[in-house]
């Protein structure tokens, strides 16, 4: 008789044995593309004190539309790593990707989708778009009218092998609403307070790379009431960026989530430029 006592032990060794057949990009991309023809995968990266569940709204319409979707949870540790290993989930990807990034996800996807023959055009959504050796913290202050850096709590991380310990930044609780989301009902922003991921000030402080936006056509939508990211920052790096742009007025920093048709629309907006 086979012995029932260590279910998840056995499930464990099939996944092991299974070995690059359980990949995605042999499994759930692949079965998505034969459903939709040849509509891009749509991968959405979000940023600090946010997480993959920022773009649920999206994701249930971008579905509906046909279009197959991966919200990855992005690592939030530093740049280049952050970057790997949203390049690692589009490496699994067959066929065509777009990717969008909100906030500091934007950074992420400008080195993330350098020089990648399947990312066929870059959708940033209030977020950061830089230039070769800028940084995160860099640009928000470019232009006044962010609030972000009153607002910031900061914790102490080990880094193992490291002397000093790392410094996250966490967004506090009392503010989160005025200054991340002044959109969305106290009740929903309150609960997002106490589940924010915060990001490394380090990674935020480090230098991007050549940006893909030279050589990927990009979209951009400006949250113009964003508290975070300032109008006045997203125009400049969208017209920097060649971006097509469209302006969601009065939005905050979460516009993927107080406006989620913008967003789709304008995602839809940029398969259409380059199917």
């Known amino acids: 008789m086979v012995s029932e006592r260590h279910p998840r032990r056995r499930v464990l060794g099939g996944l092991l044995a299974a070995g690059g057949a359980l990949t995605l990009g042999t499994a759930a991309p692949a079965s998505a593309d034969t459903r939709t ?33 991966i919200a990855p949870a992005n690592p ?14 589009v490496d699994t990807i067959p066929g065509p990707v777009i990717l969008v990034g909100h906030s500091y996800g934007g950074e992420v996807i400008t080195n993330a989708g350098r020089d990648h023959a399947n990312v066929k055009a870059l959708v940033y959504v209030a977020a950061f778009a830089p230039d070769e ?11 006044p009218g962010s609030q972000l850096e009153g ?47 915060p990001g490394s000030v380090g990674g935020l402080g480090g230098p991007s790379g050549v940006p893909a936006w030279r050589t990927v056509p990009s979209w951009y939508v400006v949250a113009t009431a964003d508290r975070v ?12 960026a060649g971006s097509k742009v469209v302006e969601a007025k009065g939005a905050s920093h979460v516009v993927m989530m107080s406006r989620p048709d913008t967003v789709v629309r304008h995602i839809e907006a940029a398969y259409r430029a380059t199917r």
Do not use: C, N
Not at 51 to 62: C, E, I, K
Not at 229 to 240: G, H, L, S, T, W
């Open 229 to 240: 990211i300032p109008a006045a920052v997203q125009r400049f790096m969208a017209e920097r």
């Open 151 to 197: 607002a910031l709590v900061g914790r102490p991380y080990p880094i193992p092998g490291a002397e000093q310990p790392g410094l996250d930044g966490y967004i506090d609780p009392a503010k989160f609403h005025d200054v991340f989301a002044q959109d969305l009902p106290h009740a929903q922003t309150t609960i997002m307070a106490t589940a924010q991921r």
């Open 37 to 69: 023809g040849t509509r891009p995968t749509v991968v959405l990266v979000h940023g600090v004190f946010a997480d993959a569940s920022g773009w649920s709204a999206v994701t249930a319409r971008l579905l509906k539309a046909g279009f197959p979707v």
């Open 133 to 143: 050796g800028e940084s995160a913290l860099d640009l928000a202050g470019k232009f």
């Open 76 to 89: 939030l540790r530093d740049l280049a790593g952050d970057a790997a290993y949203v390049r690692s989930v």
